[in-house]
């Protein structure tokens, strides 16, 4: 995940461990020696040599991974490898001295210390970094100027500057950035070549002559390189050192920070009701135990929250704490930040920068508009009706209105469903989708109707200008309503008392319609066609 929102500040130092395998006195580098090869890294990378500052230094670590005291530098003894005297490390990953190397001095945790080895070695001449995020410096070149700093360069994802390049042919720089180095104002240049213009393509021609990343000088990083060695720490897998408690002394009271952030949510799914549930892994770095916490929630840059969290956190230890459930409203992706304000009562702590941390997250809102519909319209009611944010089960009823009588649920394609009048779904909001349901109804016949329809003259039908209604003898009818073919009431007419009725029907369109009379307590449905 890259964290767009990391920021760094002054005190932006990545720890270092130096594990110096030595076979016999002279290869044992001295502490001094290696003191003064991170004073030489920190004073070219942060550009008082020439050239950009990287923006962030480094320093050796003062606590190992168990928390205890360190000077951050290992001096182990290699004289057990097999040929490491003679031969020492070579260029190849899996070589049986390189494995030897590793074993007798094995790397401390990556994510919280950059590990550099002080090694014998024949193979090359400066330094190699051929295994991730492993640095190796051959012993006789610790005091090299611009050694460890191309290393550096290597290990935050930058190319030589002649990237591409063979004794003999220029790099391919048509697009330059993604062309040989990748950095736009590095000149593409042969290997072996420091001094003639003969490459060309973009970049500055004199300055990568005297660039970190060319075999020809160690003098300055471009702004392109610059940018570049940002990208790479502000990804999660670097930035975690920025996070690291390796440069905090074991002996510091309060020191808390915030590692991580995380759903407890699967967000690979929809989030139920919308609801996020954001957990933080707060790291208690110092002697003091942590009992409350307070910290401000940012989301998109807006805060959200002030949190208050009674828990209990002891030195030396981390733990996930679960945030009250945040309301997301829409779909996309949330930039989430957390800030410690406050740990117990204090609000200043040893390393203030590891108090903020902020990640990207994608999220899933939905609601689905699960709705049941009467056909025709007027004919029944339909309860149920809903839109659904989690994973739930929805009955949709279906109830007759006089004069009706269900008959079946449909689906949206006129697929049968049942003829129960009450349709129960579970809905997946992952896998589905708005869905519409159609309960039919059927116009119930009375067994009267003959009784009625002798009574009741409509005429004429099909009807064109004008429909006549009788009702001869009787009296006691009261309302005609009008329904159109799709369900809606186009007209009420009350009739108490009338004997005959004419409707005028030049505002009507030509279909079928239905008129539903009422007769004390019971309805009589007729169709009627408009030409
Ligand atoms: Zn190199």
Known sequence: MQNECQQLNGDTILPIVVHVVYFDAASNVSDQAIKNMIDTLNYEWTGKKGGENMGFSFALAKRDPNGNLTNGIYHVDGSSIPNYATQGAQSVA?????????????????????????????????????????????????????????????????????????????????????????????????MADCGSTSCTGSGSIPDVFINYMSYCGSKIFTPDQKDRVFASLSRDERWCLALSDGLIPSNVETEVSVDSIRFLNDLSKPLCDSLGIIQMKVSNSGT????????????????????????????????????????????????????????????????????????????????ILVNGVSNPLNAGTIT??????????????????????????????????????????DINLQLENDQTYYAKFTILTDVNSNNIENNVMIYPNPAHDHLSISFRNQTNFQKITIINSIGSIIQEIDVVNLKDVTIDLKNYVRGNYFLSIIKDKGVYNFKCVIL
């Not at 492993?134 to 090299?144: A, D, G, P, W």
């Not at 409203?329 to 989430?336: D, M, Q, R």
């Not at 390393?351 to 899933?364: E, V």
């Open 94 to 190: 899996n070589d049986p001295i390189n494995l030897g190397i590793m074993n007798v001095a094995p790397a401390w945790n990556k994510d919280k210390y950059i590990n550099i080895w002080i090694v014998q070695s024949n193979a090359f001449s400066g330094a190699g970094a051929y295994l991730y995020r492993t640095i190796m410096i051959r012993n006789v070149n610790v005091v090299t100027s611009g050694n460890l700093t191309h290393e550096m360069g290597h290990f935050f994802d930058l190319f030589h500057t002649f990237q591409g390049s063979t004794t003999t042919q220029c790099p391919i720089d048509t697009n330059p950035y993604f062309d040989g180095d990748k950095c736009a104002d590095t000149h593409p240049h042969k």
């Open 288 to 367: 003091k135990q942590i009992d409350s916490l307070k910290s401000w929630l940012y989301i998109n840059d807006s805060l959200i929250k002030n949190i208050t969290s009674i828990e209990s956190i002891s030195p030396y230890t981390s733990k996930w704490i679960t945030l009250q459930p945040t309301k997301f409203e829409f779909s996309g992706s949330y930039n989430i930040k957390l800030i410690l304000k406050k740990f117990n009562s204090d609000t200043v702590d040893y390393k203030m920068s590891n108090n903020s941390l902020c990640s990207d997250f994608d999220i899933i809102v939905k609601g």
């Open 384 to 425: 149920g009706s809903q839109i659904v944010s989690c994973d739930e089960r929805v009955i949709l009823t279906a109830t007759a209105n006089n004069g009706f009588t269900f008959d079946h649920w449909e689906d949206e394609f006129g697929n049968f469903i049942t003829t129960n009048n009450a349709y129960s779904r």
